[in-house]
C-alpha cells in the first residue's frame, strides 16, 4: 500500500541575513525613547542622565543573553510566550505573558503618539492647549490604526521609511553636539556630571527611578526573536547581531544624554515636552536644523507607534485563533485581509490610555506611559530569566545552541525583579495603568473560558505559541 499523501504547511522564509537583521534590531531600539524621555531622566538625577541609559543598557545587555540562549535552542517565532510555553507549560501564564507583551506595544505606541503631538505643536507653531495636543494624539493614532488596517505590507513599507528619519535625527543630534564641543557653541560640561535629584529621594533611588524610565528606550530588541524563523542560521547569527545592534544603541543613547545636558540646563531639559528641539537649537542657533528637526522627531516616534500597534493587534489575533481571546477579535477583512477587529481593539484601548493621562497627569503623560512599558516588559524579562534556567533541564532542544553564564539570568532576573517593585522609585499611576490594563486580558480569558465550554471546545488555551502573530 502507498502512503497517503500529506499536505505539509508551508514555511516561513528565511530571507534575513545578519544585515538586515541589524538593522531591523537598531531600529526597532532607537525610537521614541530617547526623543521623548531624555528631558524625564534628567529631571529624576540632573545632568547624570547618561548614568541611567547605561545602567538600563547593562540591564538590557544581560537579559538579551537569556533570550540569546533561548532563541538559538528554540528558533521559533513567539518569543517570551513561547519560553514561559516550555518552561512552565501553564496555559494561563503563557496567556499573561502574551497579553502583557501586547499591553506594553499599546502603551509604547501612546507614548509615541503623545510626543507626535507635542512635536506636532512646535512644527507648525501652534498653541493649541492641552485639548489640542489630546485630539492631534487621538488623530495620530487613528491614522496609525489605518495604515494597519491598510495591509502589512504597506506597513512594513512605511516601517523601512521611516526607520532612516529616525536614525537620522539622532546623528543630527550628535553632529550638532560636536560641532558645539568644538567651539561652535555654548556647552557646560560640569553638568555631565552633576547630580540633582528630587528632595525626597536619595541618589540610588533617583538613579534607579530614572532607570526604570530610561528602560523604555532600550526595550525593542526582544521583537527581534520574533523573526528567528526568518533568519538565516540564527544559531550563529543571532548573538553576534544581537549584542552588536545592542551595543549600537547603547552608545548613542548614553551620547545623546551627554550632549543634551552639556547644551541646555537641567532645568530647560527638564521642562521641555521636546527635550531634543531644544538642544539641536542650543547646539546649531544660527542654522536651519531647529526648523526641520520637529518634522524629523514626528516620523521617527511614528515609526515606534507603527511598529507596536502593528504587533499588538496581531498578537489579539493570534490569542483569538488560540481560543484565549473571544473569537470576534481573530475577525479579518474580506477585502484587505487584515485582523480589522483587532487593529481596532488595541486602538481603543490606546485611545483610553491617552485620555486617561490627560486626565489625571497631563504634564507628565509622556513619562507615565514609557514608564508603563518598561514595567510590564521588566516583568516579562524576569519571566525570560528564570525561564532560560528552568529549561537547562531540556536536553531535546537544538544542539549546539548559545549559552549564557549562568550568573547572568541570575542577576538578570534580581535586576528586573528590583525595577519592577514599587520601592524602586516608580510613580503609582504606572501600576494602576498596569494592573488595569492585565485585569482586562484576565477578564477576556475568563469569558473566552466560558464561549468555549458554550461550544464545546475542548483544551482551549494556548496550544501553539509559535503562531500567536501570525496574520493573513
Known amino acids: 500500500m502507498t502512503q497517503p499523501e500529506t499536505k505539509e504547511e508551508p514555511q516561513l522564509r528565511r530571507v534575513m541575513g545578519p544585515g538586515l537583521l541589524l538593522l531591523f534590531v537598531v531600529g526597532d531600539i532607537l525610537g521614541t525613547g530617547v526623543y521623548a524621555l531624555t528631558g524625564q531622566v534628567a529631571k529624576e538625577v ?12 547593562v540591564i538590557a545587555t544581560i537579559t538579551a543573553f537569556s533570550y540569546l540562549e533561548l532563541v538559538t535552542k528554540y528558533p521559533q517565532a513567539a518569543g517570551a510566550a513561547l519560553y514561559a510555553h516550555k518552561a512552565f507549560g501553564i496555559q494561563f501564564v503563557t496567556f499573561l505573558v502574551a497579553f502583557v507583551v501586547m499591553c506594553s506595544g499599546i502603551t509604547s505606541a501612546s507614548t509615541a503618539s503623545r510626543f507626535f503631538a507635542a512635536n506636532f505643536d512646535v512644527a507648525f507653531g501652534l ?9 492631534v494624539a487621538l488623530l495620530f493614532m487613528g491614522l496609525i490604526a489605518a495604515v494597519n488596517f491598510r495591509g502589512v505590507s504597506e506597513s512594513v513599507k512605511l516601517n523601512v521609511v521611516l526607520t532612516v528619519i529616525e536614525i537620522t535625527g539622532l546623528l543630527i543630534v550628535i553632529l550638532v553636539g560636536m560641532w558645539a564641543f568644538t567651539g561652535g557653541g555654548d556647552v557646560d560640561f560640569s553638568r555631565v556630571v552633576a547630580f540633582d535629584t528630587p528632595e525626597d529621594k536619595n541618589t540610588f533611588l533617583a538613579i534607579t527611578a530614572a532607570t526604570s524610565l530610561a528602560f523604555f528606550a532600550m526595550v525593542g530588541f526582544e521583537d527581534s526573536v520574533n523573526m528567528a524563523e526568518e533568519t538565516k542560521d540564527p544559531v550563529r547569527t543571532f548573538p553576534k547581531v544581537l549584542l552588536t545592534g545592542l551595543g549600537i544603541a547603547g552608545v548613542v543613547y548614553v551620547v545623546v544624554a551627554i550632549i543634551a545636558v552639556a547644551l541646555v540646563p537641567v532645568g530647560d531639559l527638564a521642562a521641555s515636552k521636546t527635550p531634543l528641539i531644544d538642544v539641536v537649537k542650543a547646539g546649531a542657533p544660527n542654522l536651519p536644523i ?3 528637526f520637529p518634522f524629523i522627531s514626528m516620523f521617527a516616534v511614528a515609526n515606534t507607534a507603527l511598529i507596536n500597534m502593528l504587533m499588538a493587534s496581531r498578537l489579539i489575533y493570534g490569542m483569538a485563533r488560540q481560543h484565549v481571546l473571544p473569537p470576534v477579535l481573530g475577525t479579518v477583512h474580506r477585502e484587505r485581509h487584515t485582523p480589522w477587529v483587532a487593529i481596532v481593539f488595541t486602538t481603543l484601548i490606546a485611545f483610553g490610555l491617552i485620555f486617561y493621562v490627560s486626565a489625571v497627569a497631563d504634564d507628565d503623560a509622556i513619562s507615565i506611559l514609557g514608564g508603563t512599558t518598561s514595567l510590564l516588559l521588566l516583568a516579562v524579562f524576569a519571566m525570560v530569566n528564570v525561564a532560560v534556567l528552568v529549561l537547562r533541564r531540556d536536553v531535546r532542544a537544538t544542539g549546539g545552541h548559545f549559552r549564557t553564564p549562568t550568573a547572568l539570568p541570575v542577576i538578570g532576573f534580581f535586576a528586573s525583579a528590583y525595577l519592577v517593585l514599587p ?50
Do not use: E, M
Open 46 to 57: 540632573g545632568g547624570a542622565a547618561w548614568l541611567p541609559f547605561l545602567v538600563a543598557f
Open 127 to 135: 498653541d493649541w492647549g492641552k485639548a489640542g495636543v489630546v485630539v
Open 290 to 292: 531647529d526648523d526641520i
Open 423 to 472: 520601592f524602586s522609585g516608580r510613580p503609582g499611576q504606572q501600576y494602576i495603568l498596569a494592573g488595569a490594563l492585565i485585569l482586562t486580558g484576565i477578564v477576556l480569558f475568563f469569558i473566552t473560558t466560558l464561549i468555549n465550554r458554550q461550544l464545546g471546545i475542548r483544551g482551549q488555551g494556548i496550544t501553539d505559541p509559535t503562531h500567536l502573530g501570525d496574520a493573513p
